[in-house]
């Protein structure tokens, strides 16, 4: 760190100093670190004085905060880069067959009569759809037949062109074990009581009223949910909405505006990308989960206010996720409400991925962290992963909800949700809090929980290089190289599991992975008829690239070089 | 069954190349079309190695010893 003369004022502010020199991310030891300041805070920090203790990260954690991102290997790197040249090549051969008319072209082109215009059809994300992605294109957009819970039925198609197009040959791969649902608490069923429930309001209420909730749609459900959302979130009121991507993309333009700052983690889903734009703040763009680039962004937004005028900024928005869905992270949410209390900012958390996954009572983050929901002024999430419906969400305190009410788009213009949706999300989210008099919500929590480690462990011990948080239900594993992205689907689906597999536009072009969801739908046989399957396929395919073979334990002893190291 | 063995061990090395050179996802003409090429670059490599690689060791030798050994002897020979 730069910082010199003023780390040695107090013992507070050694302390703090210390919270900024952490290396975050993807160092793969950070809880060393952790473990290191929480004994360091004891030495240094009196723990009476309340903003020591703020500063002083070690202590916000309750519980180890395991997150690892393996370097990727360098002969790795190199080959995938390899590959991709000689794909491009290839690419470039196409085309020209293409141009040149000796190859028929079966994609979207420029038509002659547009030849002078500007080129549509010449960027390199076209590029890659047309002489990438398309030759590998059966490992994507599968279509089911079942639902899709712990096991889905395929329609099984096949392609005579090499992927240009696909024929359905009448039959159905049955019972695949689902690895690539958000479906973690395993409510996406369609028996049981949540579709009962939904069945009744169905012949009750229909499907839906086709007018807003500020016109005639307004049901008594709609109600309903909102209170119990607001309950389960532990907020004064909530509100929801019909999808969950215009709840981000609608929302932020209402309580952002020009003046306003906002500070977006850098790989935020494209909702609150599109709802950051769409409110024409001034953005800018913090280090993945860095608590160091979004202090500094912070210090510098408040020391230097809006460019050329220097007024200070109206609000100062900060927007994080709970858990980040490509990279299977969690957001350190103690040290981001820490600067927010610091910074005098406003946080906006989206909770898709985290609510219902997370926390000892699927509470989300806030829970898994055993924090205070009133700390984080906007509580968004969605309905559509853990409580297997579809919508969104927005909690916080009674003011906010009522300006969101009036002022927000999708609540003014969007119609109103369809009941037996929200019949669906109601009966869930009372499962999972224990309303209905059962424990099967608490249960489903829990088998998440373990089901999560679990595979994690196994996935860790067989020498794949697996991303992100011990806690996280999202298991993303490196391929990195394209032939494998393509090879890793198609043998995972020979042995009959469905996996979903992730390349460039989703992610950096060498870092593709195949990202599994854990539900708690799985059982252990599953899963460990999955392991096997990809242990299998790892060795065939040469996917074990990890080199940490043996795995630090939670108790590993801190060594001091990585404090050291992380100093500087 | 060593013929059998080896005859996997050959097919899993290739399915590796295939992977490794990401040829893997490309069409068969495609693929018959980068191992000509490879194939060819490789051939010639190992036949222009064959071919010139002993002569320029030979005369790398020779300067080499007429650097040590002889030199001076034969320049002066050379002078007069
Ligand atoms: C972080 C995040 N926010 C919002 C959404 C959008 O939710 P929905 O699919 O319900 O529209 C998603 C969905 O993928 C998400 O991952």
Not at chain 1, 42 to 70: I, M, T, W
Not at chain 1, 311 to 340: N, Q, T
Not at chain 1, 370 to 386: A, E, Q, W
Not at chain 1, 440 to 449: C, E, N, T
Request: proline share 4%; aromatic share 10%.
């Amino acid at each position: 760190m730069t910082e010199s003369s003023e780390n040695k004022t107090a013992n507070g502010e050694v302390c703090h100093r210390a919270t900024n020199g952490i290396k975050p991310g993807r160092n793969g030891l950070v809880k060393n670190h952790y473990l290191y300041q929480q004994q360091q805070q004891q030495k240094c920090c009196h723990p009476d004085e309340k903003v020591h203790h703020v500063a002083c990260n070690g202590g916000l954690y309750s519980r180890p905060f395991n997150e690892s991102f393996e370097e990727t290997p360098m002969l790795v790197a190199v080959l995938t880069y390899m590959g991709y040249g000689i794909l491009t090549i290839f690419g470039y051969l196409r085309d020209f067959l293409r141009d040149w008319k000796i190859e028929k072209c079966h994609i979207a082109r420029e038509r002659e009569e547009q030849r002078d215009f500007v080129p549509l059809y010449q960027d390199f994300e076209n590029f890659y759809t047309r002489n990438l992605y398309m030759r590998v294109r059966d490992s994507w957009n599968r279509p089911i037949c079942s639902v899709p819970g712990a096991k889905v039925d395929l329609v099984e198609r096949v392609s005579h062109d090499y992927n240009w197009t696909f024929d359905y040959t009448g039959k159905v791969v049955k019972d695949v074990i689902n690895m690539g649902s958000y479906n973690y608490l395993g409510f996406a069923e369609n028996t049981g009581v949540c579709a009962d429930a939904a069945a009744e309001v169905t012949t009750k209420y229909g499907i839906g009223v086709s007018s807003t909730r500020q016109e005639m749609g307004n049901l008594d459900r709609h109600e309903e949910l909102e209170k119990l959302v607001a309950k389960f979130l532990g907020v004064e009121s909530a509100m929801a909405f019909g999808m969950g991507f215009a709840t981000n993309s609608m929302n932020i333009p209402a309580l952002t505006g020009k003046g306003c700052l906002i500070l977006s983690d850098e790989l935020n889903h494209a909702s609150l990308v599109l709802g950051a734009r769409l409110s024409g703040s001034t953005i800018r763009v913090f280090k993945h989960n860095n608590m160091q680039s979004l202090e500094k962004l912070l210090r510098d937004a408040i020391v230097h206010g809006q460019p050329r005028t220097h007024r200070p900024w109206k609000k100062i928005l900060i927007l994080v996720e709970g858990i980040y869905s490509m990279e299977g992270s969690i957001v350190r949410l103690p040290e981001v409400i820490a600067l927010k209390k610091k910074y005098k900012a406003y946080l906006y958390l989206d909770e898709a991925h985290s609510i219902g996954a997370l926390g000892p009572n699927g509470r989300g983050v806030v829970d898994y962290f055993g924090l205070d929901s009133r700390d984080v002024d906007i509580m968004m999430g969605t309905f559509t992963k853990s409580f297997g419906a579809a919508g969104g969400y927005i909690g916080g305190k009674k003011e906010l909800i009522d300006y969101l009410r009036t002022h927000s788009h999708s609540a003014v213009y969007a119609t109103s949700m369809s009941p037996p949706v929200v019949e669906q999300i109601i009966t869930s989210m009372k499962c999972i809090m224990g309303e209905d008099g059962t424990t099967i919500g608490r249960d489903r929590v829990q088998q998440l929980a373990e089901n999560t480690t679990y595979f994690r462990r196994k996935l860790q011990e067989m020498g794949f290089i697996i991303y992100g948080n011990d806690d996280s239900p999202v298991v993303p594993m490196m391929l990195y190289m394209p032939a494998k992205i393509g090879a890793f689907g198609r043998e995972m689906l020979k042995r009959n599991i469905g996996v979903v597999v992730v390349g460039f536009p989703a992610t950096p072009i060498i870092e593709s992975r195949a990202r599994f969801c854990i539900s708690a739908a799985h059982t252990k046989e599953m899963l460990d008829t999955a392991l096997s399957v990809i242990s299998e396929v790892g060795d065939l395919l040469q996917l074990k690239y990890s080199r940490h073979r043996i795995l630090p334990s939670l108790d590993r002893p801190f060594d001091e070089t990585t404090y050291e190291e992380s100093e500087d | 069954m060593d013929v059998k063995n080896l005859k996997e061990y050959l097919c899993w090395l290739y399915y590796q190349y295939l992977l490794i050179t990401g040829i893997y996802v490309l069409e068969p003409w495609e693929q018959s079309i980068f191992n000509t090429v490879l194939f060819t670059m490789v051939a010639m490599v190992i036949y222009t190695s064959y071919v010139f690689v002993p002569i320029h060791v030979r005369l790398a030798l020779e300067f080499f010893s007429g650097l040590c050994g002889g030199q001076p002897e034969s320049t002066v020979a050379l002078m007069n």
